[in-house]
């Protein structure tokens, strides 16, 4: 008898014994899960294939008796169940290449506890590998098809097989197909063949390409009850395909996508006209709907946000042309007001006299102008010029009278990555704001009070693949930048007509995010951030690196056990530093997500988060010393919205660099008074990151 019938015969005389038992079998509660022999794969991911779950602890079961939105039922073993997830874990292996797996059960039951825990051996057996890839009706394709039909392939030689590759390397090879004129292509067949000689696979795609197809006309359509209306002209210019040309559907949706960044539409859709096609005239026609938004707009603004790692409060009134002398320009006029860490203020202090010369009260205020060109150089770049005048209170001495013209070019070079280009000409000041306590403390740091005018030159470059910018649970984010400030106005200093000093540096920045959701959707997602970088004067600089070019830590969205620009490896972290090197483990639980509401709050909006911060800000880049990496963790609470999530964090400092020798640890601090006693509270909007 083989194995696999030993299989089958088990598998009934389980069922068959469930069924003889029922009343008894129902009542048992799954206490435990447990594979043995898997090697290759972690138990999560098989746990993951089941459907028969560990039955909760006795504290949820607790809440679940008293309400089913607080808590988790309890689980029973299911008989029908149990078959389908021996069947489910078997396919999982077959699938990913193991055919000749072997899968035993082990069952201990407790009927005075009424509990059962399951045990599952896995024999893995040898996994198969793909020795060839072979295709049919790929003769006589156009070389730009095969190009990309043999470029970035998902399944290669000497790879183990895996169901799900073939399935999506399939997907891809007919999205090739659409992407080069072949509307009407045809899978005949994907199949793979296993040789029990050598145990190994040979994956066949089989395809009817069909005939080729152009693009047809293209009728552009704007909303008739919208009033508003934008040159056609405009709208052509930014699609990524024209009449004559090879159909595209990849060119269709990225046109749509450029579209969409205008910000003029509040609707565009790009449709094919199928049914139109024929044998006869290889065009598919096109038709492009579109709908204004309104072009004048006057925007009055109250909100919050967490610029600088602090939770600001802000007032503004903004006034916004979109159409701006035609061809779907964007101009902005904007004035606001933002107060900084708002929960730190002194009220008292500030009403009784100090007013916003109070040095709990940081913020700014700021007038800016800027004109947004879409179409430059090509329907991916925009220009945009700008002037903004900004007073800057960031420190409890002095405030930063600032004027600052910027011209900044976006590129989408390609589907997830986006270049900028930024050239800043920014005048800064340093103003006191009381003469007298302020000159000493410039003469005691020996920090030149005349103003600085830089010239700075940036470039960054950004992919973002997060699922979701609001609340991503999968994919990453990064983005490196490089800065220069000082060789135009040494170059070209005369034709500025100021003899300002001016800091001349070079600066790199690097930050990344990653984002892992567990599989079979459970209610927890890690992130990790990791964020560093410096600045270094050259050629003798005249100035410093300018107080808003310098890095600082602490704050909502740095170091969590230290208020913003709180934390440096100095004894004046409100001056910055030019080195940075932070990171955060965060794990975020959503553990009402099943939950109901209760009047207006609804409980499954809720989330906690456990969070461990690292970092620093020193001087100099030779400067740091990891000896001298500050750690906090804590909690935090997060309220879903629809533009974001609002959180509230608790930060504790696990070691504090800069504290006393002997008490730096939170080991070696009076838990209640110098722990919790000296949190910091963040209130904030957005994820920390």
């Given at each position: 008898m083989n194995r696999r019938i030993l299989h089958t015969v088990f598998l009934v005389a389980a069922c068959f014994s469930f069924a003889h038992a029922q009343e008894r079998w129902e009542d048992l509660e799954v206490s435990g899960i447990r594979f043995e022999g898997n090697e290759t794969f972690r138990d999560d991911a098989l746990l993951a294939v089941m459907r028969t779950k560990e039955t909760p602890g006795g504290f949820w079961k607790f809440l679940?008796?008293?309400?089913?939105?607080?808590?988790?039922?309890?689980?029973?073993?299911?008989?029908?169940?149990?078959?389908?997830?021996?069947?489910?874990?078997?396919?999982?292996?077959?699938?990913?290449?193991?055919?000749?797996?072997?899968?035993?059960?082990?069952?201990?039951?407790?009927?005075?506890?009424k509990t059962i825990s399951l045990t599952f051996l896995v024999h893995e057996g040898q996994r198969s590998i793909i020795d060839s890839?072979?295709?049919?009706?790929?003769?006589?394709?156009?070389?730009?098809?095969?190009?990309?039909?043999?470029?970035?392939?998902?399944?290669?030689?000497?790879?183990?097989?895996i169901a799900e590759h073939v399935i999506n390397e399939r997907a891809r090879i007919v999205n090739a197909f659409f992407n080069n004129g072949f509307a009407d292509v045809h899978v005949d067949s994907v199949a793979a063949h296993r040789y029990t000689s050598t145990n190994n696979i040979t994956v066949n795609f089989a395809l009817s390409p069909g005939k080729r197809y152009l693009f047809g006309g293209i009728a552009v359509r704007q909303d008739s009850l919208a009033p508003e209306r934008v040159d056609e002209e405009v709208i052509r210019r930014h699609l990524d395909f024209k009449q004559g040309e090879f159909y595209s559907e990849g060119k269709r949706i990225d046109s749509e996508r450029n579209l969409n960044r205008l910000g003029v539409f509040e609707t565009s859709r790009i449709e094919p006209i199928i049914g139109m096609k024929s044998d006869s005239l290889l065009e598919i026609p096109t038709q492009v709907f579109v709908r204004p938004r309104p072009f004048q707009e006057l925007v009055p603004e109250v909100g919050v946000n967490d610029e600088n790692n602090a939770f600001n409060v802000l007032l503004g009134l903004g006034y916004n042309n979109r159409n701006f002398f035609g061809g779907a320009r964007n101009f902005q006029a904007k004035f606001q007001f933002q107060l900084q860490s708002i929960q730190d203020v002194e009220f008292s202090r500030v009403f009784?006299?100090?007013?916003?010369?109070?040095?709990?009260?940081?913020?700014?205020?700021?007038?800016?102008?800027?004109?947004?060109?879409?179409?430059?150089?090509?329907?991916?770049?925009?220009?945009?010029p700008s002037l903004s005048f900004i007073v800057e209170k960031r420190h409890k001495y002095y405030f930063n009278p600032i004027i600052r013209g910027r011209f900044s070019v976006t590129s989408q070079t390609a589907r997830y990555t986006t270049a900028f280009l930024d050239w800043s000409l920014e005048r800064i000041g340093y103003e006191p704001i009381n003469a007298a306590i302020g000159a000493l403390y410039f003469d005691s740091l020996s920090i030149d009070r005349r103003p600085q005018f830089n010239s700075i030159l940036s470039f960054t470059l950004q992919r973002d693949k997060r699922n979701d910018i609001f609340y991503p649970s999968a994919g990453f984010f990064q983005s490196v930048s490089v800065e220069e400030a000082g060789l135009i106005p040494s170059v070209f200093g005369g034709l500025f007509g100021t003899d300002l000093p001016y800091s001349k540096y070079i600066k790199l920045s690097g930050r990344g995010q990653w984002y892992v959701g567990p599989p079979g959707g459970q209610p927890s997602i890690w992130a990790f951030r990791l964020y560093g970088g410096f600045a270094e004067l050259y050629g003798q600089s005249p100035a410093p690196v300018p107080i808003t070019r310098r890095f600082f830590g602490g704050g909502s969205g740095s170091v969590r056990g230290w208020r913003a620009r709180d934390l440096a490896a100095s004894t004046l972290p409100e001056e910055g530093g030019n080195a940075v090197f932070e990171g955060t483990i965060e794990n975020r639980w959503n553990l009402l997500r099943d939950a109901g509401r209760l009047g207006f709050i609804e409980f499954n909006r809720f989330s906690l988060v456990f969070f461990l911060d690292f970092g620093n800000v020193w001087t100099r880049?030779?400067?740091?010393?990891?000896?001298?990496?500050?750690?906090?963790?804590?909690?935090?609470?997060?309220?879903?919205?629809?533009a974001g999530p609002v959180r509230i964090d608790l930060g504790f400092r696990v070691y504090d660099p800069m504290g006393v020798p002997d008490r730096r640890w939170i080991t070696r601090r009076k838990f209640y008074e110098e722990t919790l006693g000296n949190f910091v509270l963040h209130i904030g909007f957005a994820h920390s990151f």
């Open positions: 679940y008796k008293i309400s089913e939105k607080l808590g988790d039922r309890p689980e029973y073993i299911d008989r029908v169940q149990f078959a389908q997830d021996y069947a489910r874990l078997k396919s999982f292996y077959i699938d990913q290449g193991f055919f000749s797996s072997r899968i035993d059960t082990l069952l201990r039951t407790d009927f005075g506890r890839i072979q295709y049919v009706g790929f003769d006589a394709l156009p070389p730009s098809l095969m190009e990309e039909i043999e470029s970035r392939p998902l399944i290669e030689v000497g790879e183990p097989f009784h006299g100090t007013g916003l010369r109070d040095s709990s009260v940081i913020g700014n205020a700021e007038l800016s102008f800027q004109i947004n060109q879409p179409y430059f150089l090509d329907n991916k770049t925009s220009f945009t880049l030779n400067e740091i010393r990891v000896s001298e990496i500050a750690l906090a963790s804590g909690v935090g609470v997060r309220y879903a919205t629809v």
